[in-house]
């Protein structure tokens, strides 16, 4: 068995872990966090079919392509991750550029659709543009809630603030995933299962940092200083 492609399995199984957390803080969950929560709903969603395919084929069964799942994952997930900072940023500035980001974005969606990438189940193909663009996006609105957090200086502990660990989570994951499609995706097919080693370590790191945004919802009204 492909070691390398077991470790992949099993972080695509390690989203049911912020599950968990969630259906046990669930009374705390409140506001922009709950935006949270559809994003790790369509992670469980795409990772259910990648799993499967996964047993089909270490049971000898007949494994299907997932990445009509992952291509609708990326813009999915774009959406929801910009949603959820136009609630954070308070900057007037900050909500224009999402909503122009927001627009570049949903026209290069739509030029996928010649592809296939995004309307057939059975597509071989990454999306052409969505990949690299949602990372680079999603990367800048971050750094500017970042900038944001800095600026205000409201939080009194930012190691139990949960959007910090959201904010840390996604830096890492999409600033390497933006390195992983500008780079690597452009050498040798050889390197396929390299970069889909790094984009699970990625995603791990990713899980693990919304673990602890969910598992310190109880203290989110007490992160912010008084006044």
Known sequence: MNKLMLFSTLVEVSI?????????????????LRILIYYVAITL?????????????????????????YNWHSVLGFYIIVFLYFRLLSNQYWKLFIIIATLIFTVLTVME?????????????????????????????VLGYFYQLLQDLKVENI?????FWVSVGL?????????????????????????WTI??????????????????????SK???NG
Request: proline share 2%; charged share 10%; glycine share 6%.
């Open 223 to 225: 992160s912010y200083k």
């Open 45 to 69: 969603i795409r990772n259910f079919f990648g799993v499967t395919s996964d047993l089909l084929f270490y049971t000898g069964g007949n494994n299907f392509n997932t990445l009509f799942f």
């Open 159 to 163: 190691t139990q603030f949960p959007y």
């Open 16 to 32: 049911l872990v912020p599950v968990i957390i969630i259906f046990l803080k669930r009374k705390y969950i409140h506001s922009e």
């Open 199 to 220: 984009n699970s370590a990625l995603s791990f790191l990713l899980h693990i940092t919304m673990c602890l945004a969910f598992w310190y919802s109880s203290s989110l």
């Open 171 to 195: 830096l890492f994951y999409f600033g390497g995933s933006l390195f992983v499609y500008l780079f690597l995706l452009k050498v040798q097919i050889g390197t396929a299962q390299i970069t």
């Open 113 to 141: 659709i010649p592809s296939g990438s995004i309307t057939d189940v059975r597509t071989a193909l990454f999306n052409k543009y969505t990949y690299t663009t949602s990372s680079l996006l999603i990367l800048i609105i």
